[in-house]
């Protein structure tokens, strides 16, 4: 089983393009796991799915950008070296 | 011709035109060596002065380099973790072995900061684990080696997958800490190094299977994979169950029993993948 460390960011990649592309307005809002949808007061503990949800909105605002540039190298690597 | 850029002196070339220069009046047969290269080294001062610029170059970008590495990588804080001595080595591959008779697994403190991994057992360090993991690649070489199954590159593979699995393990268990809120201490340079002491165990089950055959790898992984199960279970509980373990008993029934949860199958995981990574190794 060669699960070598290139699989790994291979993996890591597509894990977090597909954390970013989860829309806000036309998929999370219908599944009742929007942004604004999770605030539940200043109690001491915010619980696994509002940590779910504040992850999902961190990743996507903090990782646009860098994506565009990390998917762009990755498509260029694929197409020359297979 | 002197090269204003060479940082060192070409000496052969300064020794013939020494030796040459020197043969052509006296007509001499062996001029002293020692005088043409120190001759030709005072005589140049641009190849002289290039090795004093190349020299502080260095030196200046020694000093960037060690004034930035400590952003990257911890250094300092890597150093505690290699504080080690044979004692506390051989004491805790015993506790590895056999952790059943051990009873206190407190950290021992001093002054805010854990005390140094050679002053207490208990501590995680990463000697062992990173003497195991390369330990583990050359021992997977030796067992493919005697199935005639091995060729060079298979050995950057098993280290590198084993590397891999490793990373995983990390992030996955970084993740569900996150999600689970828990306050911890646990750095994760400590994780590592909890996470790296299963290949002790992996070490023992191959070299026992390559010895004595299956039934040999069999039962030595699995003693080792249930030392290694009770090790991290005590050993995690007092980390993520800060306040259960001091008080002794659940404080609130549910957030504790997720994390009750998360230590079962962090230890659950050590010996699944203790067989992944060595079932391939013994036929």
């Known amino acids: 089983m060669a699960f070598t460390l290139y699989l790994l960011l291979q993996a890591a990649l597509l894990c977090v393009n597909t954390i970013t592309v989860l829309h806000e307005e036309r998929f999370l809002k219908n599944i009742g796991w929007g942004a604004d949808q999770g605030i539940g007061g200043f109690g001491e503990e915010p619980g696994i799915k509002s940590q779910?949800?504040?992850?999902?909105?961190?990743?996507?605002?903090?990782?646009?950008?860098?994506?565009?540039?990390?998917n762009s190298i990755a498509i260029v690597l694929l197409l020359l070296f297979g | 011709m002197a090269d204003p850029h060479q940082l060192f002196d070409d000496t052969s070339?300064?020794?013939?035109?020494?030796?040459g220069a020197q043969r052509a009046p006296s007509g001499l047969g062996y001029p002293a060596p020692s005088a043409s290269p120190q001759?030709?080294?005072?005589?140049?001062?641009?190849?002289?002065?290039?090795?004093?610029?190349?020299?502080?170059?260095?030196?200046?970008?020694?000093?960037?380099?060690?004034?930035?590495?400590?952003?990257?990588?911890?250094?300092?804080?890597?150093?505690?973790?290699?504080?080690?001595?044979?004692?506390?080595?051989?004491?805790?591959?015993?506790?590895?072995?056999?952790?059943?008779?051990?009873?206190?697994?407190?950290?021992?403190?001093?002054q805010d900061t854990p005390v140094a991994p050679r002053f207490d057992i208990n501590a995680p360090d990463l000697y062992i684990p990173a003497m195991a993991f390369i330990t583990y690649v050359l021992v997977a070489g030796l067992a493919l080696g005697t199935q005639d199954r091995?060729?060079?590159?298979?050995?950057?593979?098993?280290?590198?997958?084993?590397?891999?699995?490793?990373?995983?393990?990390?992030?996955?268990?970084?993740?569900?800490?996150?999600?689970?809120?828990?306050?911890?201490?646990?750095?994760?340079?400590?994780?590592?190094?909890?996470?790296?002491?299963?290949?002790?165990?992996?070490?023992?089950?191959?070299?026992?299977?390559?010895?004595?055959?299956?039934?040999?790898?069999?039962?030595?992984?699995?003693?080792?994979?249930?030392?290694?199960?009770?090790?991290?279970?005590?050993?995690?509980?007092?980390k993520i169950l800060a306040e259960a373990a001091a008080e002794g008993v659940p404080v609130r029934?549910?957030?504790n029993q997720l994390r009750m949860y998360l230590t079962m199958a962090v230890a659950a995981a050590q010996p699944l993948l203790m067989y992944w990574l060595t079932f391939h190794l013994v036929r």
């Open chain 1, 52 to 70: 779910l949800m504040n992850l999902i909105r961190s990743v996507r605002t903090v990782m646009r950008v860098p994506l565009i540039i990390i």
């Open chain 2, 13 to 19: 070339s300064a020794q013939s035109r020494g030796y």
């Open chain 2, 39 to 110: 001759a030709a080294f005072l005589a140049d001062p641009v190849s002289n002065m290039a090795m004093a610029y190349g020299s502080s170059l260095a030196a200046q970008g020694k000093e960037l380099v060690d004034k930035n590495i400590d952003r990257f990588v911890p250094v300092t804080k890597l150093k505690y973790y290699f504080a080690v001595d044979t004692m506390y080595v051989g004491k805790k591959l015993g506790l590895l072995f056999f952790p059943y008779l051990h009873q206190d697994w407190e950290v021992q403190y001093q």
């Open chain 2, 150 to 238: 091995f060729s060079p590159d298979l050995l950057g593979l098993q280290a590198s997958s084993a590397l891999a699995w490793l990373t995983l393990e990390v992030l996955a268990i970084l993740l569900s800490l996150y999600l689970v809120t828990v306050n911890t201490d646990l750095t994760t340079i400590d994780l590592v190094a909890f996470l790296g002491y299963k290949y002790v165990g992996m070490i023992g089950g191959v070299l026992m299977g390559l010895l004595f055959g299956k039934i040999g790898y069999y039962l030595v992984l699995g003693w080792c994979c249930v030392s290694i199960f009770v090790f991290m279970i005590r050993t995690l509980r007092l």
């Open chain 2, 253 to 255: 029934g549910a957030r």
